[in-house]
């Protein structure tokens, strides 16, 4: 499966934004979803994951319920939805996808997360400005 994220770009703090992830190449249904982020000179960390159905979502600390991950399977597209932005959200946004099950991605540990999605899109930039 390919992926591309896009919708980054240049905000203020306690804007919203979104980003999309489109999808191609295999049946979107059957990949659990999920978005990272990578700040300069930091390990790249988990912020979301959506299950397949779009029936289960998981969060990561850094979402810190300002974020809201959804899919629609129709357009073959996830969204991270990105509220009261701060400037520590300033990174490098990834989209991934995966086969593994949800119910081991919720259980992994959060540094382990990346090792779990196969398949990553190229990133979209996220700053927010202070």
């Known amino acids: 499966v390919q992926l591309q994220a896009f919708g980054g770009g240049l905000v203020q703090t306690g804007d919203s934004m979104r980003l999309s992830c489109a999808a191609s190449?295999?049946?979107?249904?059957?990949?659990?979803m999920g978005w990272f982020r990578q700040a300069p000179g930091k390990e790249r960390e988990f912020v979301a994951a959506?299950?397949?159905?779009?029936?289960?979502?998981y969060y990561g600390d850094s979402a810190e319920g300002r974020f809201a991950i959804s899919r629609d399977n129709a357009k073959n597209t996830v969204y991270l939805q990105m509220n009261s932005l701060k400037p520590e959200d300033t990174a490098i946004y990834y989209c991934?996808?995966?086969?593994?099950?949800?119910?081991?991605?919720?259980?992994?540990?959060?540094?382990?997360?990346?090792?779990?999605?196969?398949?990553w899109g190229q990133g979209t930039l996220v700053t927010v400005s202070s």
């Open positions: 991934a996808a995966t086969q593994v099950e949800m119910k081991v991605i919720a259980t992994m540990p959060p540094d382990d997360l990346t090792s779990g999605f196969d398949y």
């Open positions: 959506i299950s397949w159905s779009g029936g289960f979502t």
């Open positions: 190449g295999r049946p979107f249904s059957s990949y659990n």
